[in-house]
């Protein structure tokens, strides 16, 4: 039985990100890094993301929704950091199923936008409420 295309696609870019990208990208000073707790191991895991810091609200969109560890780990534990131009800041992630999350690339930056839609299967707005300074 072969897996259904976009479970292939998934795989392939999940791999592609876990060996390739979040290495060499989550060594970068300016790289934005979402740290979770893992939901098995309780250790802590650091994922380079995209977004947009508004305020004290921070947007991204998963490209692969709940099958990627790191929305797998909020969902078990949503207290999360974020290291935003080389300051860690606490704050609590939010799922957002119900916002359109295309709507939502709109409004992030393009780069970003455009990897995490030609790249996602699944797409799914998170929200980040920072903890004030």
């Known amino acids: 039985m072969t897996a259904h295309p976009s479970t292939r696609k998934r795989r392939r870019v999940g791999f592609f990100h876990r060996h390739i990208a979040n290495p060499v990208t989550r060594r ?14 309780g250790r802590p895991r650091r994922t380079p993301i995209g977004g947009r810091l ?16 790191y929305v797998r780990n909020i969902k078990a534990d949503n207290m999360v950091r974020l290291r935003i131009r080389g300051r860690w800041r606490t704050g609590t992630a939010l799922l957002l199923p119900d916002d359109d999350p295309r709507a939502r690339l709109a409004k992030l930056p393009r780069l970003n936008s455009a990897m995490v839609r030609a790249l996602g299967t699944d797409l799914l707005t998170i929200r980040i409420d920072l903890d004030r300074k």
């Open 54 to 69: 508004d305020g004290d609200v921070f947007w991204l969109v998963s490209d692969h929704g709940e099958a990627s560890d």
């Open 28 to 41: 970068l000073p300016t790289q934005v890094l979402l740290e979770t707790t893992g939901r098995v191991s």
